[in-house]
């Protein structure tokens, strides 16, 4: 069984950053950030090894948004940055405990947290 835990969620001015936090409890293959938008699918974010640290990104965030992690806290977090009002979403923290293989299927993903709200404003 695995406990996720986000916060750090907000709102913030287009162009502005923000990071999440996710507390993990329980052993994963890996680490991921989910976002569902009112009236859309949920869409992978990004992902990080849990043995590793190989990352892996949704084309609409590269370039702008990192996934870290800190195995000591067994915490994941996803710093965002140059945010769009598009970014805006609940942002959900994910983790994958039955495949191992990289880069993952977002479809792979089965351990969901609660959710932390992102607002970006234009």
């Known amino acids: 069984q695995v406990q996720l835990v986000e916060s750090g969620g907000g709102s913030v001015q287009a162009g502005g950053s923000l990071r999440l936090s996710c507390a993990a409890s329980?052993?994963?293959?890996?680490m991921g950030w989910f976002r569902q938008a009112p009236g859309k699918e949920r869409e992978g974010v990004a992902a990080i090894q849990s043995w590793g640290y190989s990352t892996y990104y949704g084309d609409s965030v590269k370039g702008r948004f990192t996934i870290s992690k800190d195995n000591s806290k067994n915490s994941v977090y996803l710093q965002m940055n140059s945010l769009k009002p598009e970014d805006t979403a609940m942002y959900y923290c994910a983790a994958r405990t039955l495949v191992a293989t990289w880069p993952p299927r977002w479809s792979e993903f089965n351990y969901w947290g609660q959710g932390t709200q992102v607002t970006v404003s234009s």
């Open positions: 329980g052993d994963t293959y890996s």
